[in-house]
């Protein structure tokens, strides 16, 4: 795996902050670029649906609307998520390697969230788990969840990871119970199934940075990809809620 090229950037709106992540897929996969690893969070709350997922059965559209809190469509799969001040998230971009571990989207998965289970255990001190197919947990409670966008020789990784400060409460006035979970789950609800970690954002990031050994380097930000997939996309309804 070559060196990863980290930075930290959090753009101003919500559909800035998605767009930021397919622009930098499109322009690795049109450049052949390096490795990536972006941390970003959201001072504003906002719903995160996964590219297949239907409102009507993920989201409390009304609760939503009433307390001002935007729904967005990502370009990755993965579940329904909530965004704001205490979710941490990154995103990587990777080359797919036809014979390495990412080369299948089981592989991808594995070698990722392994990797992301041995740094979180090593700073945390205790046991954390891989549950379902991409989630972390503690105790048997998530606190990270993660999804992929391939391209063909680019890949696109990202999740989040709950901390202090994160409203969990706020899930469970504007997330309905999701229509497909794992097994691990066992029908709880968003309440009593998430967790938060005892973790600053600058432990959790210099965490993840020794375990990709990523160094800190300079954003070149692709702007007008970004501006442009926010004005196609991000922006609209009939992305945003077209299920």
Known sequence: MQPLASFDLTLP??????????????????RSGGALLRFW?????????????????????ASCRALGVPVLRRCSGGGTVL???????????????ESGPLASITGANRFIMER????????????????????LALGGRKF???????????LLF??????????????EKLLLPPPREPDYRRHRTHTEFLTRLD???????AALNKAWSAFPATAQVPRATITRLVAEKYSRDDWNLKW
């Open 13 to 30: 709106a919500p559909a800035e902050n998605l767009a930021c992540d397919e622009a930098l897929l499109e322009e690795a996969e049109a």
């Open 41 to 61: 969070e959201s001072t504003n709350h906002f719903v995160v649906l996964g590219y297949a997922n239907r409102v009507a059965a993920e989201v409390n559209l």
């Open 83 to 97: 965004q704001g001040p205490g979710c941490l998230n990154y995103s990587l971009i990777l080359p797919i390697d």
């Open 116 to 135: 992301h289970r041995d740094a979180l255990a090593t700073l945390l001190g205790q046991q954390v788990t891989v549950e379902g197919h991409t989630d």
């Open 144 to 154: 990270s969840g993660n999804a992929q966008r391939r391209r063909r020789t680019q």
């Open 158 to 171: 990202h999740g989040s990871f709950l901390l202090a400060g994160f409203d969990i409460a706020l899930v």
């Open 199 to 205: 973790a600053t954002p600058q432990a959790l990031i």
